[in-house]
């Protein structure tokens, strides 16, 4: 099979499954990816936002460039109970250390870790207010 855009294939790119003319697979492929991307970062970026207002809440996962997923850690609570009461209400935000004891370590947590919140391509702006709803009701109980 030819390369893609070496000729010999369809205009997709030589795979198949349609498009628009000019349009390969391959360029949809990463405009979709790209979509995925700016959709997460734009929910983690209402999360921080979110758990930043919170007391007591310490965000450790800042770094530029990474997956949609935070760590906190709470002044007065366990990682633990915040976890149990979110799943409790439907929320799945586990804690512990990941099985990265010494990174959490580093970070001067104590063996129980944080609080991780992953989020993900299907996760909605809703769900992420959900979740800080939860959190402050949690806070104040």
């Known amino acids: 099979m030819a390369a893609p855009g070496a000729g010999g294939g369809s205009e997709d790119g030589g795979e198949g499954g349609g498009g628009s003319a000019g349009t390969s697979r391959r360029d949809r492929l990463i405009r979709s990816s790209r979509a995925l991307e700016h959709h997460e970062e734009t929910l983690r970026g209402e999360c921080e936002a979110g758990l930043a207002e919170l007391p007591g809440i310490r965000l450790h996962s800042r770094a530029a460039v990474r997956t949609p997923t935070v760590l906190v850690t709470f002044a007065d609570h366990d990682a633990a109970d915040a976890s149990r009461y979110l799943a409790a209400r439907g929320i799945l935000a586990p804690a512990g250390s990941f099985y990265a004891l010494e990174a959490s370590r580093h970070l001067g947590l104590d ?14 702006g809703d769900e992420v207010a959900r979740l800080l709803g939860a959190l402050r009701d949690f806070l104040r109980g």
């Open 111 to 124: 063996d129980g870790g944080g609080l991780r919140i992953g989020l993900a391509p299907y996760s909605t």
